[in-house]
């Protein structure tokens, strides 16, 4: 049974920073591409970072410069650190285990139960 654990999420003044980590189980960790998502209220989940089995990482515009997804084998944990937060980051954040091919992104049906981000002005 896949399980995956987010942590690190609170509240957070517009400019500051959080990192996230996502503890997995029930997998060979290495063996999968890893993502994040975020669903702020009313909208759709997004992607906004991926992770290759190889550490290759990709982002959506919206976060590039800002976020970095990283991911510890030894740990089984992939983080996602967010700088420069913004009000419009404010999200419940999920990881998500999946596979890359080419430069997309292909999501697993395997959540956490996510962490809310909240962002002050």
């Known amino acids: 049974q896949v399980r995956l654990v987010e942590s690190g999420g609170g509240l957070v003044q517009g400019g500051g920073s959080l990192r996230l980590s996502c503890a997995a189980s029930?997998?060979?960790?290495?063996?999968?591409?890893m993502g994040w998502y975020r669903q702020a209220p009313g909208k759709q989940r997004e992607l906004v970072a991926a992770?290759?089995?190889?550490?290759?990482?990709n982002y959506a515009d919206s976060v590039k410069g800002r976020f970095a997804i990283s991911r510890d084998n030894t740990k089984n944990t992939v983080y996602l650190q967010m700088n420069t937060l913004k009000p419009e980051d404010a999200a419940v954040c999920y990881c998500?285990?999946?596979?890359?091919?080419?430069?997309?992104?292909?999501?697993?049906?395997?959540w956490g139960e996510g962490t809310l981000v909240t962002v002050s002005s």
């Open positions: 992770i290759t089995r190889r550490h290759g990482t």
């Open positions: 998500n285990v999946g596979s890359y091919y080419s430069t997309t992104y292909h999501a697993m049906d395997y």
């Open positions: 029930g997998i060979i960790f290495s063996a999968y591409a």
